[in-house]
């Protein structure tokens, strides 16, 4: 069992914490655990951060649709099941305006969030190339079994599911907290283009997805 530490202040993956005896120093945050996990979906702190925005459109469909316009529209979608669940939900952005890569995952560092859930859609490098879905973690200590809980209630969609994989992102390779990139379809392949636009897979998502977070804070 580790020493019991105050933490002063966090930055980037460093907490300043102080000790019983008043030693004061610096510790990586995946060597640090909370005393009181979370284990309640009612009780957690959550980030959606929508992908793209404003001037960043993202990938194209074939129809030149963006990809900043799906990732709005599923983010409210699971934003809204959240908070229906009890869940105190943050968004990186609730509109189509410009919102930088760096101050995405800060803004989960700040509110000490319990979970980041960052959405893209996918893009082959021609036309019909690509199809299915991805759940992508960067830090295996603190975000897999959250990748492997959401990916396990996505297993139902009518696309192939690619399964869970390391991914070097910077909204969640930056993160503090424990945190995934979901691709949610190809967006540029007709087939999965009907899928992400279509309402009824759009609620399924967002359904599965707050599913597996009830899984993952039931098993803190």
Not at 12 to 33: C, L, P
């Amino acid at each position: 069992m580790g020493n019991r530490v105050t933490v002063l202040s966090t930055k980037y993956h460093w907490k300043k914490v102080k000790t019983s005896e008043g030693e004061v120093g610096w510790i990586q945050d995946w060597n640090f655990q909370q005393q009181n996990k979370i284990t309640s979906l009612s009780d957690a702190t959550i980030v959606i951060d929508a992908g793209h925005g404003g001037s960043d459109s993202g990938a194209l469909s074939r129809t030149n649709k963006n990809e900043k316009t799906y990732t709005l529209i599923y983010a409210k979608k699971l934003a809204e099941r959240l908070r229906k669940a009890g869940a105190m939900v943050y968004m990186t952005r609730d509109d189509d305006s410009f919102v930088s890569l760096n101050s995405r995952p800060q803004l989960a560092e700040n509110l000490h969030a319990d979970a980041f859930i960052s959405i893209h859609f996918d893009s082959a490098p021609e036309n019909n190339m690509g199809s299915g879905y991805t759940t992508y973690y960067y830090h295996k200590k603190t975000s897999l079994r959250l990748a492997q809980d959401i990916n396990s209630k996505l297993k139902y969609l009518k696309l192939e599911n690619r399964g869970v994989e390391f991914g070097d992102f910077l909204v969640i390779r930056e993160n503090t907290v424990p945190a995934v990139l979901l691709e949610m379809g190809y967006i540029n392949s007709d087939r999965d283009f009907e899928r992400i636009t279509s309402t009824s897979y759009q609620d399924s998502v967002a359904d599965d997805i707050k599913q597996g977070l009830d899984t993952y804070f039931n098993q803190n």
